[in-house]
């Protein structure tokens, strides 16, 4: 009876235009529910995937390494920079385990931060990986805190890497001693050389001591001023001499970091010579650097003096620059130019740290847990709303579970081809790579993204934090 009937009651049902209307709204929600519900919910997945992963990686740290500059994942041991320690793991990690709301963990580094760690040693150190490592690692920490004793422990850092400055160009040393002050290592490259300006910055706002600044951006236009006719910088400088040591120009490692710093500077703290020092080198990028191959966008090496291709060599650290086009407005290119990156990770489900695109080559198979790729991948998300990020970061993450993962934490990998791994663990991964995956998958990635500038270390800087008429008068600008 009632399944003769129903097909009259359907008909009834259409007849009237309002049913019909109702019906339509109704399998519309149905659908938006079906389609959408799941995608939210597999990124919310993946969010509290990731920040497990960290959770677990982070406490084999603690358990295994704790103290010590970095874990080694499969022999469960330890691994340090120097003779004496500095911490630099837990540094490096504590902004990503706050942002995840790891307050116990992120409280214990605090703890010894401030209460037992010293950094009046007598060693000698990288003036550049301190700086974007522990530096950028303790502003970050003062940000979140708010703890007088981390800006002390802060300043009392970068003035034991000050000394590192007082070259004849004012670009700094390779090497300085944290506690004689001494320094060494002439022959520095662009990135070493020019990557202090938006730490130090930072430090001269919180302080409202401009030396920390100035003494950065002395470097900066340094190197800036000695630019080829073309606008464009070499990779390698003698800083005494301020003579250029090669004549090779690109965006890569060696350089990378000097250009982010351009852009971010300005728009952190708002100075237009950072700014016109930027918009000036991004046209010589475009001009000589750029290279369509195959209608695929990438980024070669040039002769600085003559714009001439001299290598179509790249290197994973290079993945940062479609994340600083897309910053800078340039959102076709940046698309572009990740989607090359894809490819290439895609190739072989980890990306090799030095690759030919002219050769189709692989020439250094390493990959070593690098944030780049997914750093770009969460910069276009945020830009583009393109759900197509989503799903190529999830592919990221799928591969770095699948390849580097151990019993206790994550390890780099020897060859992207082979998969061999080895026994160590970058303090990176915890600042970069998790944070990054993490802002990327979760609901709060999108106004975190709009609320800070992150350093090249991902160390994240509120933007509500530094007023650029502030800035002006803290940093002397
Ligand atoms: C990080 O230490 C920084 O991002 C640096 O600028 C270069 N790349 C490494 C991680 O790959």
């Given amino acids: ?120 040693r007598d060693i000698f150190v990288k003036t550049f990986e301190v700086n974007i490592r522990i530096l950028g690692g303790l502003l970050e920490m003062y940000d979140l805190s708010h703890d007088a004793k981390i800006l002390n422990r802060a300043e009392d850092f970068a003035r034991r890497v000050l000394p590192a400055f007082k070259s004849k160009t004012g670009i700094p040393s390779y090497y300085v001693n944290l506690k004689t002050g001494e320094a060494k290592g002439d022959t520095v490259n662009v990135a070493e050389g020019g990557s202090y300006i938006l730490e130090m910055g930072v430090l001269s706002y919180f302080t409202n001591n401009p030396v920390y600044y100035q003494t950065a951006k002395k470097a900066e236009r340094a190197i800036y001023s000695r630019r080829s006719p073309l606008d464009l910088v070499s990779q390698t400088i003698d800083i005494q001499t301020g003579q250029w040591v090669d004549s090779v120009s690109h965006i890569g490692a060696c350089i990378d970091s000097y250009y982010e710093y351009l852009s971010k500077t300005w728009l952190l703290f708002g100075d237009p010579e950072l700014k016109g020092m930027w918009d000036t080198s991004i046209v010589a990028i475009q001009k000589y650097i750029a290279d369509d191959k195959s209608g695929m966008l990438w980024y070669g090496t040039v002769n600085s003096q003559t714009g001439k291709k001299v290598s179509s060599k790249i290197t994973l650290w290079d993945a940062y620059f479609p994340a600083l086009l897309a910053l800078s407005g340039d959102m076709t290119r940046a698309e572009k130019l990740l989607q090359s990156w894809n490819w290439l990770w895609n190739k072989n489900g980890l990306e090799p740290m030095v690759y030919d695109y002219g050769k189709d080559e692989i020439i250094e198979p390493r990959y070593y847990l690098n944030p780049e790729i997914i750093e770009s991948t969460y910069y276009l998300h945020h830009f583009s709303n393109d759900s197509i990020y989503l799903r190529e970061g999830e592919k990221y993450f799928q591969d770095i579970m699948k390849y580097c993962r151990t019993d206790i934490a994550f390890c780099q990998v020897e060859n992207v081809v082979t998969k061999k791994r080895s026994d160590a663990l970058p303090s990176f991964f915890f600042a970069e790579t998790m944070k990054y995956f993490y802002l990327l998958f979760s609901d709060k990635g999108n106004t975190f993204f709009d609320e800070h500038i992150f350093s090249t270390e991902a160390h994240p800087f509120s933007r509500n934090d530094f007023s650029f008429a502030e800035a002006k008068m803290r940093l002397g600008f």
Wanted: charged content about 20%; glycine content about 8%.
């Fill in 1 to 120: 009876m009632a399944a003769n009937n129903f097909p009259v009651c359907l008909e009834r049902f259409f007849r009237k235009k309002s049913n019909f209307i109702l019906l339509l709204i109704g399998i519309g929600i149905g659908f938006s529910q079906v389609a959408g519900q799941p995608l939210k919910n597999q990124n919310q997945f993946l969010a509290d995937q990731v920040r497990a992963e960290m959770q677990r990686s982070w406490h084999a740290y603690a358990e295994y390494a704790w103290g010590h500059d970095e874990l080694c994942p499969i022999s469960k041991g330890f691994h340090d920079w120097y003779s004496i320690p500095l911490f630099i793991t837990p540094i490096d990690a504590y902004g990503t385990l706050k942002i995840m709301g790891f307050e116990k963990e992120a409280g214990r580094i605090e703890r010894y931060v401030a209460d037992s760690l010293s950094f009046d």
